[in-house]
């Protein structure tokens, strides 16, 4: 009777704690609900927006975090809060276009692969180009990321390659892989040295585009994703093609 006893009181107090910790969340207990208001996850995109659109335009180095939080109509204290620092803003950033990026690169490489034959190099280079610059309505513009990222390029490749080594070397080397099947009088060294030429025209394309608008007068834009892929794709494969150097 009395370990009856004992357990029924042991169990209202358990309940007692679940109720006061949901009650009063940040007091402890293994029901503390730590999820943001709605409102304050309005305040989170507006930074990612505002931080992306501020590097694509200035670099890292010219924004500061009172500029990121003026555009976004924040407190600046909520940088700090969300994301550590402006670097964590930066990987934030990253991170909120690599995952859908990757994701569409893989699913593209996988959709091509299924074919007789394998994907052909053509397939590869699209699979991999496109989703780079094809325009993503709910994120700002995937093409305004690839400016983005040919900005960070020439200004702090330290903090760049931290970046891109956490966001993208695997997808990286799943691309080059599909590369080297595709091309198998190529060595992997010689693979590797075309990649990086490729990443270089993927963001000088996405990063400088209103050059060649203005040089053709018009006639030639990069931001129509359909033209410039029609371009892109067959000057890329016969630089992949070629013997080894």
């Not at 507006?46 to 670099?59: I, N, Q, T, V, W």
């Not at 091509?112 to 994120?139: D, I, T």
Request: charged share 20%.
């Amino acid at each position: 009777m009395f370990t009856v006893a004992k357990n029924f009181t042991s169990r209202v107090s358990q309940i007692t704690i679940t109720a006061l910790n949901w009650e009063h969340p940040g007091k402890g207990g293994f029901m503390h609900d730590t999820t943001a208001p709605p409102a304050a996850d309005g305040s989170k995109q507006k930074l990612l927006a505002s931080a992306e659109r501020l590097f694509a335009d200035r670099g890292f180095n010219g924004v500061s975090v009172r500029d990121i939080a003026s555009v976004a109509g924040v407190n600046s204290a909520l940088v700090a809060y969300y994301f550590g620092n402006k670097r964590g803003l930066l990987s934030a950033v990253y991170l909120r276009h690599c995952k859908p990026l990757n994701q569409e690169r893989l699913r593209l490489l996988r959709e091509f692969s299924r074919g007789e034959g394998g994907a052909s190099l053509e397939q590869v280079l699209e699979a991999f180009l496109r989703p780079a610059l094809a325009v993503s309505p709910g994120s700002g513009g995937s093409s305004e990321f690839t400016r983005l990222r040919a900005i960070l390029s020439g200004e702090n490749s330290e903090l760049l390659e931290e970046v891109i080594e956490e966001h993208f070397d695997r997808p990286s080397r799943l691309f080059v892989d599909a590369f080297t099947r595709c091309l198998p009088h190529l060595s992997r060294e010689d693979i590797l040295w075309r990649f990086h030429f490729l990443l270089g025209t993927l963001y000088h394309t996405g990063g400088h585009a209103q050059r060649l608008s203005v040089l053709s007068g018009g006639k030639c834009d990069p931001s129509n994703t359909e033209a410039c892929l029609k371009q892109l794709i067959p000057f890329l494969a016969a630089g992949f093609r070629l013997s080894s150097i």
